[in-house]
């Protein structure tokens, strides 16, 4: 049995915007095993945007049924009802698995919210239903329709629908140049990654928008690697290359190509031994922190707070801070991306479930490494993007692709807590160990902006003013008054 | 001080009379005067209401709605003060909260403003009066110019926060962050509260109840202090706006001397008179000086005479204008002396303002032409006399213009030079309007879905929504379907009983566009200068700034000149011109899928209805119009837009029909009106024109004289009458809001519906054009998208008679 199924979804307005060297450059990053465009005419162009030999369906103009491999699919594609009969020869054949979710994908379902009149349609669901019902269809299937966003996921009576194209909102106009990376699992779980047209190509450094990768591309330049490898001085010597920009494009050219960390700052990262943290909830506006993830540095003894009942929602955090203040509470509490999420969203639980820690949680000295290099100016981290597993990827970090980001994982939360029972109930250890994996990794990026080098006399700081301030703010020891 | 002596006995004998005897080539301007009678004042020792410790620092006795408003809040009620400006508002809440900060060290407060510019004004009247009264508190400004090192130190330790709607928006996001605000928060101020009514109103109420769930999850329950200008409704509006009960406080206890007002009627221009000498009854108002360049010369002639005048106009360009036309008609005046005038708007730089600001207080300029940019707040002192040219739209700017003049309690003059429009025309018949205490209701509405749902949204991203937050957003079944709208919509996992979560992207907060009802957002560019306007919604892009439209924002003429729309930020192109033209839009109207929300039966089968309907309009084509001539300056030029649907709030009235025949026999068949060949009508019979006319009349009529029971603007309206409808089957005419889902300005005029059409059917009776179709000052709109055509003044008047008459009954 194979593994979950890579979807990438080419939304126009990204074709146009991108550039041949990008569109491949995307498309061997995210090594899709299909690739759907939102519009057809620009199937070729992107069939040309590859060596390998990846299926490009276009369901806005799709006649007949469309079936991804044959052997054991997992998606199958339609062009209208009617086509919903060849899905009855399918199962009546045995070709499809009866034990794996299968996704139905067409342009024939479109949400359509109304606020004035307070209601939401499934415009063409009768139809749908009707030929599902008369040709008698008896699998598990996960509709994925093209007029929904790929965070849209609900139930409309039986038929599960799920969104695919980013931007989609129902009004036909697309507004964004992101492209998204669907994995379908054979469970049926959906996991859906975006990723901006800007970060491929010349692009995807710093500094570098459609001008100046022109100007780039008109000297010469085809890659980032190009870029790396000529000295700030002669980029500067290009029109609209001023001496700052120059630096610091050099400078996220090379951190790309060098897999290190790259300091622009004097700034210092904590030195006691960290605790780095990662939590799990059931969405960005949580009810519940059931999974709190806990690497002690100094002890190098990996922890787990969790709750798995619904009824004590508070269990974990509750836990986690009887530890925290009885064996760590002089080290930094240290979480990716922890000052937009991690840090507030438990500061909140613990106020509600056991608000006797508030003091010590606020007393904690909280640091996060996204907010430090990326927010304040402190370090270019390598890797395609700021994520985090973008980033350790790059600094050489090895992980299973699991496919499965946070939004995937609080839908499963979500569906469990509204129905507890054996069929929704999350796969625990799963989890957790996924969990470890993030938290780990996270510690990795941490020791790698650490030991990082600094650019001694090079002071790329952007806007002066603004950054000095921060970083007065971080040379004080990183204090979280946020 | 001027050194000149006075000529003539004016400065000493400040009153309409000694005006007009000493006003050069004088020809009848004064037709009334009126007086609001002096009034000493009402004072109490502020010990009666205050602790010695603080009553011991103030220097004068507490005005008595300070006391009684100080009374009532110590009494645990909420409260508006409705009173007129410079009546020490801003003392009562500043006073309240030091008390409160007496009484518990930790005590926070939020002052919200709704400008920028008077948030930083008021905290450093905030700060001194804290400053004079020996209280340890501080107020600092927290919004979008705050440096976010800041930030912080203003959450954690300053006492009164002040900050602006817009912003609590956003902040409710993070209100962890804020939580040390939230749980020792004692006091919210909402100031200039009655400026929240139409759209902008809406959002705030419903931030306000955001804000006030998240207090109480919190713990804390503040006062909260509404303080407003005159309305006529101050406890209907804090209300709605709060969802919190009121003590209204309106018994305006500060002193002021006697007002007398002029009203200075600007004399025929015989420059439009072609034909020579006519007759008073033959006077239409157009064919009269403008307001401005009579309240020019009024403006000089006072100044010359040693009587500082402030003079109030309705644009920036009015101002610079009215300047130098009081300059040149000081070259005329008799005196031959120099005039210092001076003009004043909130476009000139901060310095300039501060000078011209500073040569009033000091007598160093005769007169200053201005915008309502000094209507109020800043102190210049108090000058001799005001003109104003033109009504401002509202009692309570008119009184607050009328305001400026006088020194300490000295009686002062105001000359009101009333435009040929038809309110200004309305007041100049009927004066006593302006003396009455009904002043105008503002509106708030909280029906409009779309609203309600995006802050539903962004509260279940604040925290969880279950069955207590029906107290906020209620009743039960409006919760239940807006949770049940996004759930679908995939925002919303959950439900009331186990606590429905938002789940969608961060901050929903930021979606919220506080001006507008739909997201489809049309930014407004301009190529040559600088217009700092928030982006308005689609349709309102398509009505009043499609390619072509000359339109006025904050003083300043505009052409559009494109919209941009096959991107991602779709905007309108405009660039500043400066033309004595406006633009009539032409448009295809249609009102469809009615749904009656509530009926009156005003009897013989008359019946008046409000609820919720489609309107369908297709804009096709425009024409440019002189000001001053009244006449088309261009041709129909084409426009090239889809047509818009727009399902809002409505009203209507459906008259039985019977009436057509009716008002085809009242009105005398030599009077018919017969449409053009070109019209759209050509082919109507002239009777069946001529009743269109009295039904389009009628809606026009009642459009134009909303505004004088109810603070909004005719562009906030749209109408439609017709003889015959197909979903009514009868003859009927619609007023309907014109934004997306409504914001109950047709609902309103649903409620006041008898003063409105009582006041539309005085102004027509009373115009004196004399013309079977109406002028701009009785029926006439520059709105009106079709040509002004069919208007007939007879006929609306039969049927608004017939109307008042069942109505009244």
Redesign the interface.
């Known amino acids: 049995m194979s593994g979950p199924l890579r979807v990438a979804v080419y939304p126009e307005v990204a074709c146009e915007r991108m550039r041949p060297n990008q569109l491949s450059e995307s498309i061997d990053f995210l090594s899709p095993d299909i690739v759907i465009a939102t519009a057809p005419y620009h199937r070729s162009l992107l069939r040309r945007s590859t060596e390998y030999d990846v299926p490009v369906i276009t369901p806005a103009n799709q006649t007949g049924t469309w079936v991804h491999n044959v052997a054991d699919p997992l998606l199958v594609a339609i062009g209208s009802t009617k086509d919903i009969s060849s899905l009855a020869d399918l199962e009546a054949a045995d070709e499809l698995n009866p034990d794996t979710e299968t996704f139905l994908l067409s342009d024939l379902l479109t949400v359509d919210i109304d606020l004035t009149d307070l209601t939401t349609t499934l415009d063409g669901q009768a139809d749908y239903e009707a030929a599902l019902n008369s040709n008698d269809i008896a699998g598990s299937y996960t509709h994925l329709t093209m007029n929904a966003p790929p965070d849209y996921r609900n139930n409309w009576g039986d038929l599960t629908v799920q969104g695919v194209v980013p931007g989609a909102d129902g009004t036909g106009v697309e507004k964004t140049t992101t492209i998204t990376l669907l994995t379908l699992h054979r469970n049926g779980l959906v996991s859906s990654r975006d990723i901006d047209a800007g970060k491929f190509g010349l692009e995807a450094l710093d500094e570098i928008g459609p001008n100046r990768a022109d100007t780039l591309r008109d000297a010469g330049f085809t890659s980032k690697e190009d870029v790396a490898n000529t000295p700030p001085h002669e980029l500067q010597s290009m029109d609209g290359f001023g001496r700052k920009t120059a630096q610091k494009i050099h400078a996220s050219a090379t951190a790309l190509e060098d897999g290190d960390v790259h300091r622009t700052s004097d700034a210092t990262v904590p030195h006691a031994d960290p605790v780095f943290i990662d939590i799990e909830t059931d969405g960005l506006s949580p009810t519940i922190v059931w999974l709190i993830g806990v690497l002690d540095s100094a002890s190098d003894r990996y922890l787990t707070f969790t709750t798995r009942d619904p009824d004590a929602k508070g269990k974990a955090v509750v836990n986690f801070m009887m530890w925290y203040t009885a064996n760590a509470s002089n080290r930094p509490i240290v979480a990716y991306h922890g000052q937009g999420f991690d840090f507030p969203v438990l500061k909140d639980h613990i106020q509600r479930h056991c608000s006797k820690y508030v003091d010590a949680w606020e007393d904690a000295w909280k640091f996060d490494p996204y907010w430090w290099a990326v927010k304040n100016n402190n370090a270019i981290l390598p890797g395609r993007t700021n994520k985090l597993e973008d980033v350790a990827e790059g600094l050489g970090w090895e992980t299973d692709d699991t496919g499965l980001t946070g939004g995937a994982v609080a839908h499963v939360m979500q569906r469990w807590l509204a129905n507890p029972c054996e069929e929704t109930e999350p796969d625990w250890e799963k989890h957790e160990a996924y969990c470890e994996d993030d938290v780990r990794s996270m510690a990795y990026v941490f020791d790698a902006i650490k030991d990082a080098d600094r650019l001694g006399g090079i002071a790329i700081t952007g806007d002066a003013t603004e950054s000095d301030e921060e970083n007065v703010q971080t040379a004080q020891g990183t204090l979280s008054d946020f | 001080m001027s050194s000149h002596t006075p000529r003539y006995a004016l400065a000493d004998s400040l009153e309409p009379e000694t005006l007009a005897q000493t006003f050069p080539d004088y020809d009848d301007q004064l037709v009334a005067r009126t007086v609001q009678e002096a009034s000493d004042g009402l004072f109490e020792d502020p010990e009666s209401v205050l602790p010695a410790n603080l009553a011991d620092n103030l220097d004068n006795d507490l005005y008595s709605h300070q006391a009684d408003a100080l009374a009532a809040l110590q009494d645990g009620d909420n409260v508006t003060v409705a009173t007129s400006t410079s009546s020490g508002k801003t003392w009562i809440y500043t006073l309240y909260f030091a008390l409160l900060k007496q009484q518990n060290p930790d005590a926070r407060a939020l002052f919200l403003y709704p400008t920028k510019a008077l948030s930083t004004d008021q905290e450093k009247a905030v700060n001194d009066l804290f400053n004079d009264l020996g209280v340890d508190a501080t107020a600092e400004t927290y919004d979008g110019d705050t440096?976010?090192?800041r930030k912080?130190i203003i959450r954690d330790k300053k006492d009164v926060v002040i900050s602006n709607f817009a912003g609590i928006n956003e902040y409710l996001s993070?209100h962890?962050?804020w939580?040390d605000v939230y749980e020792n928060c004692e006091l919210i101020v909402i100031d200039e509260s009655h400026t929240y009514t139409g759209v902008h109103g809406m959002h705030v109420a419903w931030v306000i109840r955001r804000l006030r769930r998240m207090l109480n999850h919190y713990d804390a329950d503040p006062q909260i202090v509404c303080s407003t200008a005159t309305i006529g409704n101050p406890k209907e509006h804090s209300e709605s706006l709060t969802g919190a009960e009121f003590t209204v406080i309106d018994n305006d206890g500060s002193p002021h001397g006697q007002r007398e007002i002029a009203f200075w009627q600007p004399p025929v221009d015989k420059e439009n008179d072609g034909h020579g000498y006519i007759s008073e009854d033959e006077v239409v108002p157009d064919m009269r000086k403008r307001a401005g360049s009579e309240a020019a010369r009024v403006t000089a002639h006072l100044g010359l005479n040693d009587v500082q005048t402030l003079t109030f106009t309705r644009s920036r360009q009015g101002t610079e204008i009215g300047a130098k036309q009081a300059g040149s008609a000081a070259g005329d005046h008799p005196s031959d002396e120099y005039l210092r005038v001076k003009p004043y708007h909130a476009g000139l730089s901060k310095k300039k303002r501060r000078g011209v600001e500073h040569q009033l207080k000091s007598g160093e300029t005769d007169a200053v032409i201005t915008t309502n940019a000094l209507e109020l707040g800043i102190d210049i002192g108090g000058v001799d006399a005001t003109v104003l040219a033109g009504y401002p739209g509202t009692r309570q700017s008119f009184w607050q213009q009328v305001g400026r003049a006088g020194r300490g309690g000295s009686d002062s003059l105001s000359v009101f030079i009333p435009r040929s429009d038809a309110i200004d025309q309305y007041i100049l018949d009927d004066p006593d309007y302006l003396l009455s205490d009904d002043v105008e209701d503002a509106v708030v509405d909280l029906e409009?879905?779309?609203v309600y749902?995006?802050h539903v949204l962004c509260a279940?991203?604040?925290?969880?929504l279950t069955e207590d937050d029906v107290e906020w957003f209620g009743p039960r079944d409006?919760l239940e379907?807006?949770v049940?709208?996004w759930?679908?919509?995939?925002r919303m996992?959950?439900d009331l009983d186990?606590?429905a979560?938002?789940?969608?992207?961060?901050r929903p907060q930021s979606d919220i566009s506080m001006y507008a009802t739909t997201d489809e957002l049309y930014d407004v560019r301009c190529t040559n200068g600088d217009i700092d306007m928030e982006p308005i919604e689609k349709k309102r892009a398509y009505r009043d700034y499609h390619p072509g439209a000359l339109v006025m924002y904050d003083g300043q003429q505009y052409e559009v000149t494109d919209i941009h729309e096959d991107r991602?930020q779709p905007y309108v192109e405009v660039q500043r011109v400066n033309t004595r033209e406006y633009t009539i839009t032409l448009s295809d109207k249609r009102v469809h899928d009615l749904e009656v929300k509530e009926s009156r039966d005003l009897g013989g089968g008359f019946s008046i209805h409000k609820g919720m309907g489609t309107v369908d309009v297709a804009y096709t084509q425009y024409k440019r119009m002189d000001i001053d001539g009244g006449h088309a300056s261009s041709g129909m030029m084409p426009i090239d837009l889809p047509p818009v649907s727009l399902?809002t709030q409505l009203m209507w009235i459906e008259l039985p029909n019977r009436m057509l025949p009716e008002v085809e026999a009242a009105v005398n068949d030599e009077e018919y009106i017969e449409p053009s060949e070109d019209s759209e009508f050509a082919g109507m019979s002239p009777a069946r024109f001529t009743v269109a006319g009295g039904l389009h009349g009628a809606e026009h009529g009642m459009i134009k004289m909303a505004p004088l029971e109810l603070r909004l603007d005719n562009s906030d309206m749209g109408g439609l009458s017709m003889p015959m409808h197909p979903e009514t089957e009868s003859p009927v005419w619609f007023i309907h809001d014109a934004v997306?889902?409504g914001v109950g300005f047709s609902y309103s005029i649903y409620e006041n519906f008898e003063e409105i059409a009582l006041k539309t059917l005085a102004r027509v009776e009373h115009c004196s054009c004399g013309r079977v179709e109406g002028c701009p000052s009785c029926l006439m709109s520059s709105q009106c998208g079709n040509n002004n055509e069919p208007l007939h003044r007879e006929a609306t008047q039969f049927i608004l008679d017939q109307v008042l008459y069942h109505a009244t009954d």
């Open positions: 440096k976010s090192g912080p993070n962890v962050k939580n409009n879905n779309a749902a995006r279940a991203n604040e925290s969880p409006r379907r807006a049940s709208v759930q679908d919509a995939g996992v959950g186990r606590g979560q938002y789940n969608g992207a961060p991602y399902r997306e889902g």
